[in-house]
């Protein structure tokens, strides 16, 4: 909490009596850069597999909300976060608009097939260090496409079969 007020410039007394503790701090970054992801992708819609090539492209992009709940992963474990009922009502809200671009799917279903293309899009970002050894480039965006592409068509392989 020190370094955070130092580079937010605040005092961290005001920083606790704002957010109350630094899980609420630490969920509020988390609501805010999922806010942001959802409103720059939206929902499942439309090419399912190209949606899962710009939901890869996101993380591309902008790594900071893997990583947040990477970390969020480590704290809590298996266990709900604070925040977990508003980001649940968002996932709900992404599950149904997955199944209805499926066709009608059952929730479970869609529930299912929504957490694997998410992480088909999101596991290279998540392990740079493997990335890095398996294509032998640690940033290249050569090799970015390469993988795009790769999800992208097992997106659609295993979407439209």
Not at 18 to 29: H, I
Not at 112 to 126: K, N, R, S, V
Not at 146 to 157: T, Y
């Given at each position: 909490?020190?370094?955070?007020?130092?580079?937010?410039?605040?005092?961290?007394?005001?920083?606790?009596?704002?957010?109350?503790?630094?899980?609420?701090?630490?969920?509020?970054?988390?609501?805010?850069?999922?806010?942001?992801?959802?409103?720059?992708?939206?929902?499942?819609?439309?090419?399912?597999?190209?949606?899962?090539?710009?939901?890869y492209?996101?993380?591309?992009?902008?790594?900071?909300?893997?990583?947040?709940?990477?970390?969020?992963?480590?704290?809590?474990?298996d266990?709900?976060?604070?925040?977990?009922?508003?980001?649940?009502?968002?996932?709900?809200?992404?599950?149904?608009?997955?199944?209805?671009?499926?066709?009608?799917?059952?929730?479970?279903?869609?529930?299912?097939?929504?957490?694997?293309?998410?992480?088909?899009?999101?596991?290279?970002?998540?392990?740079?260090q493997?990335?890095?050894?398996?294509?032998?480039?640690?940033?290249?965006?050569?090799?970015?496409?390469?993988?795009?592409?790769?999800?992208?068509?097992?997106?659609?392989?295993?979407?439209y079969?």
């Amino acid at each position: 909490m020190d370094r955070i007020a130092r580079v937010a410039g605040a005092n961290k007394e005001r920083i606790y009596g704002y957010f109350g503790s630094k899980e609420n701090l630490f969920q509020a970054v988390i609501a805010e850069a999922k806010a942001q992801h959802t409103a720059a992708l939206g929902e499942p819609s439309g090419d399912l597999a190209e949606y899962v090539g710009r939901l890869y492209d996101h993380h591309h992009e902008n790594p900071t909300l893997l990583r947040l709940m990477q970390w969020e992963a480590l704290h809590y474990g298996d266990q709900p976060s604070v925040e977990g009922s508003g980001r649940a009502d968002l996932y709900r809200d992404k599950v149904t608009a997955l199944a209805d671009a499926m066709g009608g799917a059952a929730h479970r279903e869609a529930a299912a097939t929504l957490l694997i293309l998410i992480g088909l899009a999101a596991w290279p970002h998540t392990m740079p260090q493997l990335r890095a050894f398996l294509l032998d480039a640690h940033d290249d965006q050569a090799a970015h496409q390469v993988i795009r592409q790769h999800v992208v068509e097992f997106a659609r392989a295993a979407l439209y079969r």
